[in-house]
């Protein structure tokens, strides 16, 4: 008991509220999946982010509801975004000047890029964690998944480095509509997820 209690002493006030507040949303997880509500944690760098991604990662394999979830890294939602927004979006304009091994790696490229697009758009969970936009193409990816899923009411917790002004401001000055893109995001966000800073 005691080694428990010097655990929880070592852990900061506000990520002991937090992780009882994730806990209480995995022990409900069928009626928050029913209605698309997630989360939005910012300033998780460093420490605070491993804590709480192995917290939702046993509650992932704990959860005795069956759902479908994909847990992202923000490199891989980057390099996707990258993959579908620059590099492959004009491979068939190009595609006479390719050769066939060429081709061939744009079409393996293009098949992982869907079925990462597919993943994040039809899970019941998606859990992307260090979310640090720093290129237009992020942005608008990042955007249209959150549409998407929004419209579909599927649920999505999202964990960033940054504080929330520091989110807003990024999207802010890379989306190519601007603050109109951040203000379209937050509501979505807002709308449908719990909060932690």
């Known amino acids: ?9 070592q852990v900061p006030l506000q990520d002991v509220d937090l992780l009882q507040r ?16 997630g989360w ?14 192995r917290f939702l990662h046993q509650a992932l394999q704990t959860a005795d509801v069956p759902f479908s979830h994909y847990f992202l890294p923000w490199r891989d939602f980057a390099l996707t975004s990258y993959l579908v927004e620059v590099e492959l979006r004009d491979v068939d304009g190009r595609d006479h000047t390719l050769t066939d091994r060429v081709k061939h790696e744009y079409a393996i490229a293009t098949n992982v890029s869907r079925q990462t697009l597919a993943r ?26 959150i549409e998407r899923r929004y419209k579909g009411r599927l649920a999505t917790i999202l964990l960033t480095p940054g504080q929330p002004h520091e989110l807003a401001l990024s999207v802010s000055q890379l989306a190519d509509e601007g603050e109109q893109t951040w203000l379209r995001l937050a509501t979505r966000l807002y709308e449908t997820n719990l909060i932690a800073v």
Do not use: C, K, W
């Not at 994730?22 to 509500?37: A, E, I, V």
């Not at 994040?120 to 998944?145: C, F, K, N, R, W």
């Open 22 to 37: 994730l806990n209480h949303y995995f022990s409900t997880l069928d009626f928050r999946l029913r209605q698309g509500q």
């Open 120 to 145: 994040m758009v039809t899970a019941d969970l998606l859990i992307l964690s260090g979310l640090a936009p720093q290129h237009q193409h992020e942005v608008s990816y990042l955007d249209e998944t």
């Open 40 to 53: 939005v944690i910012y300033n998780t760098a460093g420490t605070r982010a491993g804590r709480i991604t």
């Open 1 to 9: 008991m005691l080694a428990g209690a010097q655990l929880i002493d």
